[in-house]
C-alpha cells in the first residue's frame, strides 16, 4: 500500500507541478480544492436564491418559469441559473477531486479521522440537493430522475404506499407535493451547509476561502460559460409518456443508469456499502504515530504562543496548576496532537544557546526532543564545516537526508514549524556553517497545514518568536521543495554556495 | 407589473403581497434589535470601529510590508503573460468538461419503440380472522369506554396478483401488508416494457386465500403506441382492477 499510495503522490505532484506554473503554488487550484468547494456552494447559493425569485412553485407553472428565465430574462436570470448548474457542477468535481487527494496524501486518518467521515455525509447532501435541484425543472429529465429516485426509495419500504405513484399520471402529481420537492431542495443545502461548517470545526484556523484570484478566475468562467453556453432545459415533463432519449447531467446522474441496470436492491448495497467503507478508511490500518507532544510546566510561563501555532488544535489554555505566578499553562490533547512539533518551534524557551546538559522546553516531542534536534544540529554543523551549509527541513518534503553535494548536511523534523528561529541563528553564529537553508513541504502543501507558513512568518519578524535581526539574511535561503524537487534543492544549493562565496569574497550575489 | 419586475407574464403578482406586508414589519422587529447598530451605528460606536480598523489596517499593513522585503512571499499578480494564458487555458478546459458532462453524452433510458405498463395498485387485503360480534359478558369485562360491538384482529391477508400478456404470465407475485400489525394497504409498483402494438393483458388479484378463483380478474386488449405508458391500478371505490 505504502509503494502504491508513494507512486499515486509522485504522479499528483508532477500534476501539481504542472499547475504551479501558470498559478503559483497560492493560486494552484488543484491546491485549492476544499476552499473552492466552499466558494462554488456560494455562487450556488446565491444564484439559487434569485432563480427562487422567479421560479413558479406549481407543476404547472415550474417549467413556464424557467424557460421565462432562461430565455426572456437570459441576461440576468439564464446567467444565474446557468451558474446555479454550472457551479454545482463543479462542486461534485472539487470535492471527488478534493478527497482523492488528501486519500493519496494520508492526510485523512489519526487525528483527521473526524474531517473525512464528517465528509461522507456531505456527498449525500451534495447529490440530494443536485438531484432534487433537476426536479423542479420538471422537464422530462426531471420526470425521469424523480420517478427514479422516488423507485430508488420505496424500495426500502418505509411508507405505505409507493411515493413513486405520485408520478403516476398527470393528475396524480399535486402542486402540494411539488411544493415539498422545493422544500427539499432548499433544505438539503442547508444540512449541506451545517455539516460542512462541522467538517472544518475541528481544524484550527481553517482555510475555507480561495485566494481572491483564484475566485475571481473561477467566477468569470462559469460568468463567461454561462453567456456562451447557457443551461437550458429538455422537454417538459409528460407523465402519459416514459422519458426515452436524455442528455443527462453525468456529474450528479451517472448512477441512475446503472440504477436501470441494477435495479434498487443491488444500488442501496452499493450506495451503502461504499459509504461505509470510505467512512471507515482512517482505521484501515490506522496511523502509527509518535507520541504526542508534553508540555513542561517548569518552563511553561502560558505565554499562549504554542495554543495559536497548532494547526490542530490540540492545545488548550488551563488555570495554573502547579502554583507558580502565571494565569495559564497549556494542556495538550494526545487524542489531537499528530506530532509535528509547531508548538516546540513557537516556544520562546526552545533555544539551542543554553548551555544546560538536558535541554528542557516548556513543550517538547517525547520521540524528537529539542535537545536530540540540538545534537543533530551540532553533528550537521561539525561536518559540514565552517564553508559548509546546513539544510532544515521536514519529513515529508524534499528529502534531505541524502543530499549530493560536499560540505552540505541536512537536518530532518516532522515539520520545519518546529524548528524554533534561535536554531538559525545558533547555526550561524560563531563556530557556525556559512549559510543556513531552509526547506519543507512545497507553498500550501504543508503536510502539518501551517509550517512552513509560520516559519517564514518568524523569518520575516511578523510572528513569534521572531528571528533575531543580527543574524545574516543573506546566509540565509529559503526554498520549499517536494519529494520530486531533488534536483532543484541540489541546483538551489549550488547557487546558495556560490552566493556565499560572493560574500565572503566581498561581493553579494543573487 | 410581471413585466417590470422581470417574472413571467402570468406569475401570480398577489404571492408578493405577504412579502410586501410582512417584510416591513420584519424589517423593523430586525432594525430595533440589533440591525441598527449595524446599519446606523451611533457617532461614538462609530469612532470607536474606525480606530479599531485603522489599528487593524495599520497592524497589517506592517505585517504585510515586513513579508514583502523578507522576499520570502510572492506576490499574487505578478504573473509572466504566458502564465496568464495558462491559466485561461486552464479555465477553458476546466469549463468544457463541465459544460460537456453536464449535458451529454446522451442515455437511451427507455427503447423508442417501446411502451410501458405499469403495473401500480394499493389495495387492503381482507382481515384474516373475520370479524365477530363480541357476547355481553365479554362486553361487560371490558371498560366502558372499549365496548366495541364488534371484534376484529387486526392482520390482513397479502394481496396476490398474477398478470399475464399475449396469454404468456410476466408477473406473479404478493405482496405484504404495511405495518407492524400488518393491518395496512399492500402495494405492487412493476414496469413492463412492451412493444407499441395490440396486446392481451390479463391480471388477476387475491386479496384473500389466494386459492381457487380470484377475486378480482381484468382482462383487457390494448394498442399501445410507443413511449406510451399504460396504467393498471385498483380503484377502492367499487370498480376493481381498472386501466388507465
Redesign the interface.
Known amino acids: 500500500m505504502t509503494r502504491f499510495r508513494r507512486s499515486l503522490q509522485n504522479s499528483l505532484m508532477y500534476a501539481e507541478a504542472a ?1 504551479d ?7 494552484n ?1 488543484l491546491r485549492q480544492m476544499g476552499t473552492l468547494t466552499f466558494f462554488y456552494f456560494w455562487i450556488v447559493a446565491i444564484s439559487g436564491i434569485y432563480v427562487y425569485i ?1 421560479f ?1 412553485t406549481t407543476v404547472g ?1 415550474a417549467y ?2 424557467v424557460e ?1 428565465m432562461t430565455h ?2 437570459w441576461y ?2 439564464g446567467v444565474m441559473r446557468s451558474l446555479h ?2 457551479a454545482s ?2 462542486m461534485v ?1 472539487s470535492m471527488v477531486l478534493h478527497l482523492t487527494r488528501e486519500f493519496i496524501f494520508d492526510r485523512y486518518r489519526d487525528v483527521r479521522w473526524f474531517t473525512w467521515f464528517t465528509g461522507v455525509p456531505l456527498i449525500w447532501f451534495l447529490f440530494i440537493s443536485g438531484v432534487s435541484g433537476y426536479w423542479l425543472v420538471w422537464d422530462v429529465l426531471a420526470q ?1 430522475v424523480a420517478i427514479g429516485s422516488m ?1 430508488w426509495i ?1 424500495w426500502l ?1 418505509i411508507f ?3 411515493v ?2 405520485n408520478f ?2 398527470p393528475g396524480n402529481l399535486t402542486d402540494r407535493f411539488f411544493t415539498l420537492m422545493v422544500f427539499m431542495h432548499i433544505f438539503a443545502p442547508l444540512f449541506l451547509l451545517f455539516i460542512m461548517w462541522i467538517h472544518v470545526m475541528r481544524v484550527s484556523q481553517p482555510k475555507i476561502n480561495p ?3 483564484l475566485a475571481l ?2 467566477l ?3 460568468v ?2 454561462a453567456l456562451i ?1 447557457p ?1 437550458t432545459s429538455q422537454a417538459p415533463a409528460d ?13 450528479y446522474m451517472f448512477l ?2 446503472v440504477f ?1 441496470e441494477w435495479g434498487a436492491g443491488p444500488m442501496w448495497g452499493l450506495a451503502i456499502g461504499v459509504s461505509v467503507m470510505v467512512a471507515a478508511m482512517p482505521w484501515m490500518p490506522p496511523l502509527k504515530r509518535p507520541k504526542p507532544a508534553e508540555v513542561y510546566l517548569d518552563k511553561c510561563n502560558g505565554c499562549t504562543r504554542c495554543f495559536e501555532d497548532c494547526p490542530f488544535g490540540a492545545i488548550t489554555m488551563a488555570p495554573r496548576s502547579d502554583g507558580k505566578p502565571f494565569e495559564r499553562e497549556a494542556v495538550v490533547a494526545p487524542d489531537l496532537c499528530t506530532s509535528c512539533g509547531i508548538c516546540v518551534g513557537s516556544c520562546p524557551v526552545s533555544t539551542p544557546f543554553r548551555s544546560s546538559e538536558k535541554l528542557i522546553t516548556g513543550i517538547d516531542l517525547p520521540d524528537l526532543n529539542l535537545k536530540n534536534l540540538r545534537d543533530r544540529t551540532q553533528h550537521a554543523m561539525a561536518r559540514a564545516g565552517s564553508d559548509g551549509i546546513v539544510v532544515f527541513g521536514c519529513d515529508y518534503g524534499v528529502d534531505i537526508k541524502h543530499i549530493d553535494s560536499d560540505g552540505v548536511q541536512g537536518v530532518s523534523m516532522p515539520c520545519i514549524g518546529m524548528l524554533p528561529p534561535s536554531f538559525m541563528d545558533y547555526a550561524l553564529g560563531k563556530d557556525g556553517v556559512a549559510g543556513v537553508l531552509i526547506t519543507g513541504c512545497k ?1 500550501c502543501e504543508c503536510f502539518s497545514r501551517l509550517g512552513n507558513r509560520w516559519t ?2 518568524r ?4 510572528r513569534d518568536p521572531y528571528l533575531r535581526k543580527r543574524v545574516d ?1 543573506r546566509r540565509l535561503d ?1 526554498f520549499w521543495a517536494s519529494r520530486i524537487d531533488g534536483e532543484d534543492l541540489n541546483a538551489e544549493i549550488s547557487r546558495f554556495k556560490d552566493n556565499l562565496k560572493a560574500i565572503d569574497q566581498g561581493g553579494d550575489k543573487t | 407589473m410581471s413585466e417590470l419586475l ?3 407574464p ?3 403578482i398577489f404571492y408578493l403581497i405577504p412579502v410586501l406586508v410582512f417584510g416591513p414589519i420584519f424589517f423593523t422587529i430586525l432594525y430595533q434589535f440589533g440591525l441598527k447598530d449595524l446599519i446606523n451605528p451611533s457617532l461614538e460606536d462609530r469612532q470607536y470601529r474606525q480606530s479599531l480598523k485603522q489599528h487593524e489596517d495599520d497592524l497589517e499593513n ?2 504585510s510590508q ?2 514583502t ?2 522576499g ?3 506576490s ?2 505578478k ?1 509572466h503573460p ?6 485561461a ?3 477553458i478546459m ?2 468544457g ?3 460537456y ?4 453524452p ?7 419503440d417501446k ?2 405498463i ?1 403495473l ?1 395498485l ?1 389495495h387492503p387485503g381482507r382481515h384474516k380472522v373475520e370479524c365477530r360480534k363480541r357476547t355481553r359478558e365479554e362486553l361487560q369485562k371490558l371498560s366502558a369506554n372499549m365496548r366495541a360491538p364488534m371484534s376484529c384482529a387486526r392482520e390482513r391477508w397479502p394481496l396476490v396478483v398474477k398478470m399475464m400478456l399475449d396469454g404468456k404470465p410476466v408477473f406473479s407475485g404478493s405482496a405484504q401488508p ?2 407492524l400489525s400488518k393491518d ?2 399492500s ?1 405492487f ?1 412493476e414496469k413492463f416494457p412492451v412493444s407499441g402494438q395490440p396486446h392481451s393483458i390479463q391480471v388477476q388479484l387475491w386479496d384473500g386465500p389466494a386459492t381457487g378463483e380470484p377475486d378480482y380478474v381484468l382482462k383487457r386488449n390494448v394498442s399501445l403506441s410507443p ?3 399504460l ?1 393498471i ?1 385498483f380503484s377502492n371505490s367499487g370498480q376493481g382492477l381498472t386501466l ?1
Do not use: C
Open positions: 499547475f506554473r501558470p498559478f503559483g503554488p497560492a493560486w487550484p422567479l413558479d407553472g413556464r418559469s421565462h426572456q430574462q440576468l436570470g448548474r454550472y457542477d463543479a468535481m425521469y423507485e420505496d419500504g405505505g404506499e409507493p413513486a405513484n403516476l399520471l485566494p481572491r484570484g478566475g473561477s468569470a468562467m462559469f463567461v460559460l453556453w443551461a407523465l402519459n409518456q416514459v422519458p426515452g432519449d436524455l442528455n443527462l447531467d453525468w456529474f441512475y443508469p436501470d507553498e517564514i512568518e523569518i520575516a519578524g511578523v539574511r529559503v | 422581470g417574472l413571467a402570468d406569475f401570480p506592517e505585517r515586513k513579508l522585503e523578507s520570502l512571499v510572492s499574487g499578480l504573473r504566458l502564465q496568464w494564458l495558462g491559466q487555458l486552464t479555465y476546466f469549463a468538461v463541465i459544460a458532462f453536464s449535458n451529454a446522451s442515455y437511451q433510458a427507455h427503447p423508442p411502451a410501458e405499469r401500480s394499493t404495511a405495518g395496512g394497504h402495494s409498483y413511449l406510451e405508458i396504467v391500478g388507465q
